[in-house]
């Protein structure tokens, strides 16, 4: 397809330098003032491949834009033209000279149909086009993309939620996030560069997935330095979320209007709930940091801090929780082992320290007599 279009221009410009070759819209005597071995003709064919370049160049933008951008700037254009001719009357109409009045007519068309575009390109993202019963409908709007941050792709949850079949609709990866990336894993820090190139595995992961749709986005926002900017604008634009995990990123981006779809919030709320009273099965990891207290781990990374289990590391325990406390960094859950259940205190007799046990008498051995 890219091939296609490279050759379409190509064969376009090609058109326009015959063209003007063979047209010479230049005077013979503008080529003879500058001197041009070729004279005119020469100078239109270029001024015909310098306006396909133009031309080129011009469609080369307009491709980033939404449809409802282009039906903005179309409208605003219109109306722009259609207020100048009706201005133009106004003018024709006074006793002034010719040339005055047909600088100042063209001039105000030029003037209102430019603003009328950048006006109505502006607000073209205000239009409704499902109003018109699907006769004009954007192709991206049909499309549900989703858009990779960089963290979040080098996090790599969001691999195992898009294979599990969490993440519908089209996976966006913007180019400037690759660069990004690419930059991060040329870093001359040894961990910058582990991340970079984690993520950049990560990715070959997602793309190589037969069940997920993958697209490289090729729009970039020149003005625009920051990464976590262009991404909220590309949001706006393609009106689609932003998957991340940076929080930052998350609160501008709510500021900003855009929709972003958070790892972190996603991951507490799979937690499992848990109540006071609840009876739980943990393996105790390690000591805590208060007395005789245990530490153990969920499945999902939940702490579970357990009351008088300091003998009991390496074993698993049936403890009951008394109380549940969600912080900033996750939730944390406390509780103390359960003595009723008779594995409990089997484990608890077993592992209990050799010193706190009673100590028994030492038998003496009767003295012998040396005389027989």
Same mark, same amino acid.
């Given at each position: 397809?890219?091939?296609?279009?490279?050759?379409?221009?190509?064969?376009? &410009?090609?058109?326009?330098?015959?063209?003007?070759?063979?047209?010479?819209?230049?005077?013979?005597?503008?080529?003879?003032?500058?001197?041009?071995?070729?004279?005119?003709?020469?100078?239109?064919?270029?001024?015909?491949? @310098?306006?396909?370049?133009?031309?080129?160049?011009?469609?080369?933008?307009?491709?980033?834009?939404?449809?409802?951008?282009?039906?903005?700037?179309?409208?605003?254009?219109?109306?722009?033209?259609?207020?100048?001719?009706?201005?133009?009357?106004?003018?024709?109409?006074?006793?002034?000279?010719?040339?005055?009045?047909?600088?100042?007519?063209?001039?105000? &068309?030029?003037?209102?149909?430019?603003?009328?575009?950048?006006?109505?390109?502006?607000?073209?993202?205000?239009?409704?086009?499902?109003?018109?019963?699907?006769?004009?409908?954007?192709?991206?709007?049909?499309?549900?993309?989703?858009?990779?941050?960089?963290?979040?792709?080098?996090?790599?949850?969001?691999?195992?939620?898009?294979?599990?079949?969490?993440?519908?609709?089209?996976?966006?990866?913007?180019?400037?996030?690759?660069?990004?990336?690419?930059?991060?894993?040329?870093?001359?820090?040894?961990?910058?560069?582990?991340?970079?190139?984690?993520?950049?595995?990560?990715?070959?992961?997602?793309?190589?997935?037969?069940?997920?749709?993958?697209?490289?986005? !090729?729009?970039?926002?020149?003005?625009?330095?920051?990464?976590?900017?262009?991404?909220?604008?590309?949001?706006?634009?393609?009106?689609?979320?932003?998957?991340?995990?940076?929080?930052?990123?998350?609160?501008?981006?709510?500021?900003?209007?855009?929709?972003?779809?958070?790892?972190?919030?996603?991951?507490?709320?799979?937690?499992?709930?848990?109540?006071?009273?609840?009876?739980?099965?943990?393996?105790?990891?390690? !000591?805590?940091?208060?007395?005789?207290?245990?530490? @153990?781990?969920?499945?999902?990374?939940?702490?579970?801090?357990?009351?008088?289990?300091?003998?009991?590391?390496?074993?698993?325990?049936?403890?009951?929780?008394?109380?549940?406390?969600?912080?900033?960094?996750?939730?944390?859950?406390?509780?103390?082992?359960?003595? &009723?259940?008779?594995?409990?205190?089997?484990?608890?007799?077993?592992?209990?320290?050799?010193?706190?046990?009673?100590?028994?008498? &030492?038998?003496?051995?009767?003295?012998?007599?040396?005389?027989?």
């Amino acid at each position: 397809m890219q091939a296609d279009i490279i050759l379409i221009r190509a064969v376009f &410009t090609l058109i326009l330098v015959i063209a003007g070759a063979l047209i010479q819209p230049i005077p013979e005597w503008v080529g003879r003032q500058i001197g041009l071995p070729g004279g005119s003709r020469l100078l239109s064919a270029l001024s015909g491949a @310098a306006l396909a370049g133009g031309i080129i160049f011009f469609e080369l933008r307009i491709r980033r834009a939404s449809l409802k951008t282009l039906i903005g700037a179309a409208i605003g254009s219109i109306l722009g033209i259609i207020g100048a001719s009706l201005m133009g009357f106004l003018i024709t109409a006074q006793p002034w000279d010719t040339p005055l009045k047909s600088f100042l007519t063209l001039t105000l &068309t030029l003037f209102m149909a430019y603003v009328g575009l950048l006006v109505g390109a502006a607000k073209g993202d205000y239009l409704d086009l499902s109003a018109l019963g699907g006769i004009l409908s954007d192709r991206q709007a049909k499309q549900s993309f989703k858009i990779l941050d960089t963290s979040v792709i080098i996090d790599g949850r969001v691999a195992d939620i898009a294979e599990a079949g969490f993440m519908g609709g089209v996976i966006l990866i913007p180019q400037f996030v690759l660069r990004e990336l690419q930059q991060i894993a040329d870093s001359a820090d040894s961990a910058k560069r582990n991340r970079g190139r984690r993520g950049l595995d990560i990715l070959q992961r997602i793309q190589k997935n037969s069940n997920l749709e993958v697209q490289i986005n !090729e729009a970039d926002f020149p003005n625009v330095r920051e990464v976590d900017l262009k991404l909220i604008e590309l949001g706006k634009q393609l009106n689609a979320p932003i998957v991340t995990n940076d929080f930052n990123l998350n609160k501008v981006a709510h500021l900003r209007g855009v929709e972003v779809l958070n790892i972190n919030e996603l991951a507490n709320a799979l937690k499992p709930v848990v109540l006071p009273g609840e009876i739980m099965k943990v393996f105790i990891l390690k !000591e805590g940091k208060e007395y005789n207290q245990g530490v @153990a781990y969920l499945d999902d990374g939940t702490m579970v801090v357990v009351d008088n289990a300091r003998r009991l590391i390496g074993k698993n325990v049936d403890m009951i929780v008394t109380s549940v406390l969600q912080t900033t960094a996750g939730k944390m859950i406390f509780g103390k082992v359960d003595d &009723t259940r008779p594995e409990s205190r089997n484990d608890a007799r077993d592992q209990r320290d050799f010193r706190d046990r009673p100590s028994r008498p &030492t038998p003496i051995p009767a003295p012998t007599s040396a005389i027989e």
